[in-house]
C-alpha cells in the first residue's frame, strides 16, 4: 500500500484494508464497537483515497453538526428563559457554556475580568 491510512473520523481508531491491489476493495474501521466503513472501489488505491477523503470531510462536517447543535441548546435556553423569565443562576450557567464554547473554539480563555 503507497498510502497510510488515516485513523477513522468516528473514533479514531486505526482502520484496515479489505481487498486491495486491483481487486474490490473497502476499509472498516478496527474498533468492533465503531465498525465505520466506506463504499466499496474497485482498486484497492481507490478505497484509500475514498477512506483518507472521507476522514477530512466528515471531520469537518462533525465539528460543524457539534457547532450547529450548541447553538440550538443555547438558542433553546435563551428562548425558554425569556419565556419563563430567565432567573440569575440559569444565565450564568449559559454564560458559562458560551465562554466554554468560545475558549475551546479559539483555543484561549476570553474571560477578561481576571
Ligand atoms: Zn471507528
Sequence with gaps: MSKELKPCPFCGSTATMRGGGDRASWIICDNKKCSATQGLEFTGENAVQMWNTRHAED??????????AALLIISQWCDRGLKDGMRKHDMNEVFLWIRKLAKEEMGKDYDTDR
Design 59 to 68: 471531520a469537518l462536517k462533525y465539528d460543524l453538526a457539534q457547532k450547529k
